[in-house]
């Protein structure tokens, strides 16, 4: 898989909604792919050269196949999740080989190759780390 920070492949473009996320193609507006996620809420997305990076309310960062949609890793935070809804908004942003996860004030870093976490830091004295 190669990559490139916030790179979008420009013939696609990627929408989300009620848990869908869905491809379309920029020309045309066609959908190229669905791929349902596991809530019904929408996920953070994040798009990388050549894969999407999405978190879900469930607490999954799952990296799917930006051409096809297919999956090709899946992990589950090691955070609680709250059943009142009261987790707050996550937030994903890619830089060089890691996917980074800044959810309920903790910041996870995976690999971008395999979904394994490489180290994950508390944020501190602020509300809203700049990731």
Do not use: K
Not at 42 to 68: I, M
Not at 95 to 111: D, K
């Amino acid at each position: 898989m190669s990559y490139r920070d916030n790179a979008l492949p420009l013939e696609l473009v990627f929408t989300t909604f009620n848990g869908q996320v869905t491809a379309l193609d920029l020309d045309t507006g066609r959908v190229l792919w669905q791929h349902l996620m596991p809530t019904a809420a929408n996920p953070e997305l994040q798009a990388g050269e050549d894969c999407l990076f999405l978190f879900s309310g469930a607490g999954v960062l799952t990296s799917l196949d930006a051409a096809s949609g297919q999956v090709l890793w899946s992990v589950q935070l090691p955070i609680d999740i709250p059943t009142d809804g009261s987790m707050r908004a996550a937030r994903v942003v890619v830089r060089r080989s890691t996917v980074l996860v800044m959810v309920s004030g903790t910041v996870y870093a995976y690999a971008v190759e395999a979904g394994t976490l490489r180290w994950q830091a508390r944020a501190t004295n602020v509300a809203w780390p700049r990731i």
